[in-house]
């Protein structure tokens, strides 16, 4: 009896993999989490977000970077100097295009690797046109860029349909990768900016994308876990009519993940497998070997997923086989890293 109050509960898992599972987390929320800006989560996990600032590039007190409007997360800032000093700028006075004053948002995940995915970017848009001409106007640009160490690592960009971004390479010199924590090397990221125009579209019409974001949204994912990431903010002013302006940032969305250990070797258990073609019958088997599994308890970090499992729901039938029913299990997928909270 014992034996078979057991086989009700024993899985396998079968190769039908489910849609990708992320888990979403509001970066605000990272900001509103006390004064150390530390976001604790399940299994002695924790996430932390910090607002950058380079170069006396402060963020707008009125709308501070970090803060949540529309459920988003903001990132603003404010030309307090005098505005021919570059301030807060992508382009300095030479005209060379390179981030060299800017505001932005890191965020680290502490002793465990996030994926991010389809981290939406927007409110990234042209402000105050002199005279609806987008060369006279303040034209928006964001970078994101994950790391592991000191590795960088670049995410892709998908521009939605309807939008008017564009990607662009970006230079950002030395001293200011010093600034925000790496060797003092030059980087040539990708971003994304405000594009040229086409004729017929106004820019006396496009003033303002916080009621409708089609035209001012791109989509930044990276195809590997990281430490953390950062978004930067920066704007392209050429007539300096704007002193402050601001953009957003959605919810991070992540691989879904656990803390995670492998079994023994000589771990043995039963496993419950379908037979093909026999609809709501299943065979059970003992195998040994060592698996991943998920625990709170775990000295890794594994990416969680969901794929059929089955249960027997009766006694043996005549043949050998067992009545059986499929259902969703989750499962650590692979290991990631270790964890070191």
Not at 263 to 291: E, K, L
């Amino acid at each position: 009896m014992k034996l078979a109050y057991l086989l009700c509960f024993v899985l396998v898992l079968v190769p039908a993999v489910q849609a990708q599972c992320l888990d979403s987390y509001d970066i605000h929320e990272i900001f509103s989490a006390g004064g150390t800006k530390t976001y604790s989560l399940h299994g002695d996990r924790s996430l932390t977000a910090t607002e950058v600032s380079i170069q006396e590039c402060p963020t707008y007190s009125t709308l501070p970077t970090g803060s949540e409007e529309g459920g988003k997360t903001i990132i603003s800032y404010y030309e307090a100097l005098n505005p021919d000093n570059g301030k807060c700028r992508v382009n300095n006075s030479t005209g060379e295009n390179h981030w060299f004053t800017f505001q932005g948002i890191k965020v680290v995940a502490n002793g465990w690797k996030i994926q991010p995915q389809d981290l939406e970017l927007s409110d990234i848009d042209v402000e105050d046109p002199v005279g609806g001409d987008q060369n006279q106007a303040l034209r928006k640009a964001s970078i994101v860029f994950g790391f592991n160490g000191n590795t960088l690592v670049w995410p892709t960009y998908t521009i939605p349909t309807g939008s008017l971004l564009r990607t662009q390479q970006f230079w950002i010199k030395a001293p200011q990768m010093g600034l925000l924590g790496f060797p003092e090397v030059h980087q040539y990221p990708y971003g994304v900016m405000w594009g040229q125009l086409t004729p017929h579209v106004a820019v006396a019409n496009l003033v303002d994308c916080t009621t409708d974001q089609t035209q001012c949204r791109a989509i930044a994912s990276f195809s590997e876990p990281v430490d953390g990431f950062f978004v930067l903010f920066a704007g392209e002013l050429k007539s300096f009519v704007k002193m402050n302006a601001q953009m957003s940032v959605g919810p991070l969305q992540t691989t879904c993940g656990c803390r995670c250990d492998t079994s023994s070797p000589t771990d043995t258990r039963v496993v419950t497998r379908p037979v093909p073609g026999v609809s709501n019958q299943c065979t059970r088997s003992m195998i040994t070997s060592s698996h991943l599994y998920c625990t709170d308890t775990g000295s890794k970090w594994c990416e969680r997923g969901q794929r059929t499992k089955y249960v027997t729901t009766g006694s043996m039938l005549p043949g050998g086989n067992y009545p059986c029913a499929s259902a969703s299990a989750d499962y650590a997928v692979q290991e990631i890293s270790p964890f070191n909270p």
